[in-house]
Each structure stands twice: as structure tokens, then as C-alpha cells.
């Protein structure tokens, strides 16, 4: 059975890091085209894809937030982190990670993790 | 950057069939992937690469993508169907997922 937890702080203050941990069983970071994404939702909207890294260790970022975020992967752990820097009451959102199905020009979200909220606020 | 637009809203009586459209330029070339959501909860994968379904999504949902418009169908509605819709593709030009706005589904 393929699973996803996220943890992390559920606040942070303005201008802090945020370093959400995805700790994932059922699956290996290290083999085939399986990797790992971060998506978000502010409450009430839309989905937000953050960044992917795939088990070859390629990353791929959100242009948008590119500048803040960094992914990597503790294969040892079945972890993958992710860091956005500089967070803002506009970033309070829930954070999901998921297993990414990567396939050519095609991937997909499937499971998903239960999700953390995360609140920045002063 | 690519764009994918689908309606905010639908509406369906129960037992009735519902059509979530995603838009976007071109899309038939690309995979589109559809998520549903239900209040709380996190999204769960009901079709991928177009008009496939994983193990343990019943046949009502279905999917199709043509020209500029993906269409996600759901046959014989039920009240547990009630819940967002969201659509994705993977933009190789940019290196970049993309999520469509989502479309809340109401059964009446």
C-alpha cells in the first residue's frame, strides 16, 4: 500500500522558512520514473503545483516561486523535503505532497497525502 | 504560461449525467488528468491520461479530449459524487504542472 504524510509546523511568522517533511512507504525514491510533487490550496481555492523531483534527482519548480522554494529527497528515509523561504500570510495554505507518475510528456498525482495546514501569522 | 479554464460551477439531478469541461489551447495533444475532491479531504485521482480510470473508480466516471476541450463525464449521478473537479496537464514547454481552476459539481 503506496502512502504519503506531510509534517511540518502548522505556523510560522512572516518572513520565516517554512521545511515541510513528506515521509512516503509503499514506493521507492530511488527507482523508475516515480517521484514526488508538493501542491498546495489556500483555503477555499484552487490547487497550486510547487515543485517535482523525480528519482533521478531531476527538479522542477513553479516559475512563480522558483526564487523560494528548493526540493530534495533523503532516499535513505523515504523523505522528501521542501523548503519555500520568505513566507507571507498569502502562503497559508494547505500543503499536500503526492506520488508524481511521470511518463514522457505526461504525469499524475496518485495517492495524495492527507494534506497539513500551514498558517503564517504573526 | 499554458492556462487550463473550466467552469466554476455544474449542476446534475441524481441519476442524470454530468459533463466538467477543461479548456485549453490545444489540450486534445496533451494528457489531462482529473482530480475530485471532496470537502476536507484530499483529491483523489479518478482518471489519468485522458479517459483511464485506476483500480477502484467505477466505470460511471469516464474521460475524453479532443481539439481545445477535455471533458470529464460522470454517468448516473449520486449524491456522494458532489465535490470539486479539478484537471491537470503536464506543460513540456515550460517544465511545469498545470491545474485547471476547478468546477464544484452539484447534484440536486
Known amino acids: 500500500q503506496v502512502t504519503l504524510k506531510e509534517s511540518g509546523p502548522v505556523l510560522v511568522k512572516p518572513t520565516e522558512t517554512l521545511t515541510l517533511t513528506c515521509t512516503v512507504s509503499?514506493?521507492?525514491?530511488?527507482?523508475?520514473?516515480?517521484?514526488v510533487s508538493w501542491i498546495r490550496q489556500p483555503p477555499g481555492k484552487a490547487l497550486e503545483w510547487l515543485a517535482q523531483i523525480l528519482s533521478n534527482d531531476e527538479k522542477s519548480y513553479s516559475t512563480s516561486l522558483k526564487s523560494r522554494l528548493t526540493i530534495s529527497k533523503d532516499t535513505s528515509k523515504s523523505q522528501v523535503i521542501l523548503i519555500m523561504t520568505n513566507m507571507d500570510p498569502v502562503d497559508t495554505a494547505t500543503y499536500y505532497c503526492a506520488r508524481d507518475e511521470a511518463y514522457g510528456d505526461s504525469n499524475w498525482f496518485d495517492p495524495w497525502g492527507q494534506g497539513t495546514l500551514v498558517t503564517v501569522s504573526s | 504560461s499554458y492556462v487550463l479554464t473550466q467552469p466554476p460551477s455544474v449542476s446534475v439531478a441524481p441519476g442524470q449525467t454530468a459533463k466538467i469541461t477543461c479548456g485549453g489551447n490545444r489540450v486534445g495533444r496533451k494528457s489531462v488528468h482529473w482530480y475530485q475532491q471532496k470537502p476536507g479531504q484530499a483529491p483523489v485521482l479518478v482518471v489519468f491520461?485522458?479517459?483511464d480510470r485506476p483500480s477502484g473508480i467505477p466505470a460511471r466516471f469516464s474521460g475524453s479530449n479532443s481539439g481545445n476541450t477535455a471533458t470529464l463525464t460522470i454517468s448516473s449521478v449520486e449524491a456522494g459524487d458532489e465535490a470539486d473537479y479539478y484537471c491537470?496537464?503536464?506543460?513540456?514547454?515550460?517544465?511545469?504542472?498545470?491545474f485547471g481552476g476547478g468546477t464544484k459539481l452539484a447534484v440536486l
Open positions: 509503499g514506493f521507492s525514491l530511488s527507482n523508475g520514473r516515480t517521484g
Open positions: 491520461d485522458d479517459s
Open positions: 491537470q496537464v503536464w506543460d513540456s514547454s515550460s517544465d511545469h504542472v498545470i
